[in-house]
């Protein structure tokens, strides 16, 4: 039997510095994406000012930009929602920050309370609405950067590439 422990096998990684990747400047995986959700949201300061509330549309506002993607910032007022649609090419991080969102798929309906993220792929088909009696603020992370949102009729509330299960997760 070794009794040598894989740290004595290896060496400190903190040793040879030639193995450790540089911090990135901006993410390129779903984690990092998330993450950058997920800080910014923690982040009142960053955004909490630009919010505006439109009676007759969704209120939108580009909050961010990086080597590609892109971060909105959405106010919902009740009753405002999205009609069915898909990101086109884009992935996508939703995060609720205040209120709370309806998500409906072919597969049901999702309700999601502040603090709630999901991660989805290109394709994936979805509905979202406040059905709340309160206004509701939303996050959307976009890579590559949003190029299309395609429109679909309610009796088309699938994705066309899969099983919206398949590409999309709860966080």
Do not use: K
Not at 22 to 41: D, K, M, Q
Not at 118 to 132: C, K, L, M, T
């Amino acid at each position: 039997m070794n009794s040598d422990s894989d740290l004595q096998i290896a060496g400190d990684i903190l040793e040879v510095p030639h193995l450790l990747q540089p911090p990135r400047e901006h993410p390129a995986t779903v984690a990092e994406f998330v993450g950058l959700a997920r800080s910014i949201a923690a982040d009142r300061s960053q955004w909490e000012h630009l919010v505006r509330y439109d009676a007759a549309s969704r209120w939108y506002h580009r909050l961010r930009t990086g080597p590609g993607y892109e971060v909105w910032l959405l106010s919902w007022v009740p009753g405002q929602g999205s009609e069915p649609h898909d990101h086109g090419p884009s992935s996508g991080v939703l995060t609720v920050l205040e209120g709370a969102l309806t998500e409906r798929t072919e597969r049901g309906t999702r309700a999601l309370g502040a603090g709630a993220q999901r991660v989805f792929a290109p394709g994936y088909v979805h509905e979202v609405v406040n059905d709340s009696l309160e206004p509701a603020i939303s996050l959307h992370v976009y890579y590559p950067g949003l190029t299309e949102m395609p429109m679909l009729p309610h009796s088309q509330l699938r994705s066309t590439g899969g099983t919206p299960n398949a590409r999309c997760s709860v966080v």
